[in-house]
C-alpha cells in the first residue's frame, strides 16, 4: 500500500507534465501545418549546380 502512496503522484505528475508539454507545443504551432509537411517529400527541389 506504501507503494501506491508513492506510485500515483509520482504518475499524476507525469502526466500533467506531457499535457502542458502538449499544450506548449500547441501554442508555439507545432501542429499548424500538418498536410505541407507530409506533401513536401513529393516536391522536386532543383538544385542549382555551379558552371
Do not use: C, H, T, Y
Not at 500500500?1 to 502526466?15: E, K, R
Not at 499535457?19 to 517529400?41: E, P
Amino acid at each position: 500500500m506504501n507503494g501506491l502512496a508513492l506510485l500515483i503522484p509520482i504518475a499524476l505528475g507525469l502526466g500533467l507534465l506531457g499535457l502542458a508539454a502538449f499544450f506548449w507545443s500547441l501554442g508555439k504551432g507545432q501542429f499548424d501545418d500538418l498536410d505541407g509537411a507530409a506533401l513536401r517529400i513529393f516536391v522536386e527541389e532543383e538544385e542549382e549546380r555551379a558552371p
